[in-house]
């Protein structure tokens, strides 16, 4: 009988294991290998012992990210990701809901070991959570994009302190990385919502995609390109790698652009993920391939810290 119940226990275990895998399941591919990678390639990372301690930071923020936004509508999971533990039936929305409530505060605690500065990006991503999900910023296109967009320049800071030699601050070049995959992510985030469009109808959400059909497609289309050409020159990436990325960013959006089914979109997601994480590797080849007797690569950078930090905006007055 013991052998028994400690057998069924263990198995429970696994299944509710599994269970808060599924959350962020969807989210490997778009947001917790990215954002390692980011926080590794722009930190620099100080030594592999925090590449674990990094990976939990991030996938906890977006566990309890995912957590908010499943508990609210899962009508539309249903339709558009039916695998996800509550339209699977793996979990109430009751218990996900004590579940989210739970993490938040562990969130919090786990980045008081670190610094301040941690335990406020960990408060800010939650501020923008419950905007997001609570508030209904996600209804308007505008707003949900804006928000998404600030949540990931949270998560990359954080992760970036977690995986530095010193968790209190960011180097200039973590913070215009930062700075810049919030722009990137900003015009482009609605690729992940082309698939999606059946599902945000039933939910009376109002995408990029559903607002603007055709821009939305363009705008991707020809932004990718040009971002991957935009980044390379940034991050003073060499010529070959540079015609690579770029070329990449014309298959990636050719594929939204041509290809509008429903599957065709899914897949065309999955090559925009692995654009996504190949695009934080950028600020990592600048770290790890220039040294500081190069001044043509530091300038442009301090150039476009200026830009977008608005320094040199300021100094017209």
């Not at 249903?78 to 109430?92: G, L």
């Not at 609605?190 to 603007?212: A, I, N, Y």
């Not at 289309?221 to 003073?236: A, E």
């Amino acid at each position: 009988m013991t052998v028994q119940h400690s057998y069924l226990r263990l198995s429970d275990i696994r299944y509710h294991l599994y269970t808060i895998f599924l959350f962020t399941k969807n989210d490997i591919l778009t947001a917790i290998i990215p954002v390692t990678l980011f926080a590794i390639a722009s930190a620099p990372l100080c030594s592999p012992i925090h590449i674990l301690p990094t990976i939990f930071w991030i996938w906890l923020h977006i566990l309890q990210f995912d957590l908010a936004n499943q508990i609210k509508a899962p009508e539309e999971d249903k339709v558009n990701k039916p695998s996800r533990p509550i339209p699977a039936e793996r979990i109430t929305v009751r218990n996900a809901t004590i579940l989210r409530y739970l993490i938040a505060p562990l969130c919090l605690v786990y980045s008081s070991l670190y610094s301040i500065q941690l335990v406020f990006a960990s408060l800010e991503m939650q501020l923008f959570t419950f905007w997001y999900n609570e508030l209904d910023g996600d209804k308007n296109w505008l707003s949900k994009n804006a928000i998404l967009a600030l949540m990931y320049g949270c998560v990359e800071f954080g992760g970036t302190l977690v995986a530095s030699c010193d968790p209190s601050k960011v180097s200039q070049t973590g913070k215009l990385a930062v700075q810049l995959t919030i722009a990137v992510f900003t015009s482009t985030v609605h690729c992940q919502d082309f698939k999606d469009v059946e599902g945000d109808r039933l939910t009376s959400r109002c995408t990029v995609p559903m607002m603007f059909p055709i821009a939305s497609r363009l705008v991707v289309g020809l932004g990718l390109p040009i971002w991957s050409f935009l980044l390379c020159c940034i991050w003073d990436v060499d010529w070959f790698c540079t015609i690579a990325f770029v070329m990449y960013g014309c298959f990636v959006g050719g594929r939204f652009l041509c290809l509008r089914t429903r599957d065709a979109d899914k897949r065309s997601c999955k090559y925009y993920s692995v654009w996504f994480s190949l695009h934080h590797l950028l600020p990592g080849y600048w770290n790890y391939f220039h040294d500081s007797n190069e001044t043509r690569g530091g300038e442009l950078l301090e150039q476009t810290w200026e830009l977008f930090s608005g320094t040199s905006l300021l100094k017209v007055f």
